[in-house]
């Protein structure tokens, strides 16, 4: 599929499920104060996936750890914003209120499924303990799920396989088992923190593809963090891009690929490898992003900005505005 070719993906957005509001995440760190997330805001609805785009460091995780309460207080603090789920302030929670509403209807899968997973237990037993647990299944009834979970996520002879522990599993199977996992609590909001980056391309494409499918299918919203813009190409419905704690720019996929409207995106776009530049040098972008406790004043992109003025240093941090065909972006310039 192509970014164009989104015929067959979700039809118009309707409520949102999950709305992030102006959300401010700290973490102070020996005497000074790195600022991860600043005053991020979107919106998730059902059976949209929202891929989140940027250089390492640019605040992707933390705000999904945030959405999630898994930062750890100290050193992280969350110093503004909402975080709303159908409606409910999550940060307004009580710890295990919040806990109760993440189990029964938000779920996150990681890069490193080693991690998550509990080397100690059969994969069969995290997936029925989770099933009786969360969805309060009596124990015949969870085995039984856990096997067409596996199915679900095409783990080959899952009889058999939920007999075994991780490290029997391959790194894509193992993948498969967390996606199964954070399935089997049939969330409405599935969170993706570069799911795939451990594996191999082929397994990558497969689990993506496969993610894709039951994203659809189930009408669930996606969170979708990669590196890979070809992934996002794929599956993103929404595409929000981030610098130094920041969105950028947030538009729909073919318009982020078709015209994009910040530099740092439009760099982003030049820096990956494409079929039609085939023996071209590709454009890595310049410089490296800033030190999170030491964010340049004015425009944060601008010491490696192509296209950075005066006002870009003077002025402070241009804001999201709306371009042409609702699309937004914080640059003075942007059109
Ligand atoms: N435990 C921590 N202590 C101090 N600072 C932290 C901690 N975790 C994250 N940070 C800061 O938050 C910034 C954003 O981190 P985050 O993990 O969200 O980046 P990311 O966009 O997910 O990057 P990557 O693509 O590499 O996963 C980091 O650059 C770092 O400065
Ligand atoms: S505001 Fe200026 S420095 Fe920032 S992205 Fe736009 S042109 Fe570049
Ligand atoms: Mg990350």
């Not at 991020?40 to 609805?45: A, G, P, R």
């Not at 509990?118 to 009596?138: C, D």
């Not at 590709?282 to 992003?289: E, M, T, W, Y």
Request: charge should be neutral; aromatic fraction near 4%; glycine fraction near 8%.
């Amino acid at each position: 599929m192509t970014a164009t070719d989104t015929e067959s993906r979700t039809p118009a957005p309707t409520a949102p499920l999950l709305e992030v509001d102006d959300l401010q995440v700290e973490f102070r760190v020996g005497q000074g104060v790195v600022s991860a997330v600043n005053g991020v805001s979107f919106t998730l609805e059902p059976g949209r996936t929202l891929a989140v785009v940027g250089e390492s460091g640019s605040g992707k995780s933390v705000t999904a750890q945030a959405i999630m309460r898994l930062l750890q207080t100290p050193p992280a603090r969350i110093t503004g914003g909402r975080i709303l789920f159908q409606g409910k302030d999550l940060l307004a929670l009580p710890e295990t209120e919040h806990r109760a509403v993440c189990g029964e209807h938000i779920a996150i899968v990681f890069q490193d499924a080693l991690a998550a997973l509990n080397p100690v237990y059969t994969v069969g037993f995290q997936l029925t303990e989770a099933l009786r647990a969360r969805r309060h299944l009596p124990r015949s009834a969870a085995k039984k799920r856990a096997i067409e979970l596996l199915e679900l996520v095409q783990v080959p002879n899952p009889k058999q396989r939920v007999k075994e522990y991780p490290h029997q599993f391959s790194g894509g199977m193992r993948q498969r088992v967390m996606i199964a996992l954070a399935l089997a609590l049939e969330p409405e909001v599935l969170i993706a923190d570069e799911p795939t980056t451990a594996l191999d391309v082929t397994v990558q494409a497969q689990i993506m593809r496969l993610l894709g499918e039951i994203q659809r299918e189930r009408q669930m919203g996606m969170i979708l963090i990669t590196h890979d813009l070809g992934v996002v190409a794929e599956v993103a419905d929404q595409v929000n891009v981030m610098y130094a704690g920041r969105v950028v720019e947030t538009a729909t996929v073919d318009d982020i690929f078709a015209r994009p409207g910040h530099p740092y995106t439009q760099a982003l776009l030049r820096s990956i490898p494409r079929l039609d530049r085939k023996g071209q040098q590709l454009d890595a972008i310049s410089g490296r992003p800033p030190e999170l406790n030491r964010i340049p004043a004015g425009c944060p992109f601008h010491p490696r900005c192509e296209r950075a003025e005066d006002i870009c240093r003077t002025d402070p941090a241009p804001q999201l505005r709306e371009l042409a065909g609702g699309r937004t972006a914080a640059c003075h310039f942007a059109e």
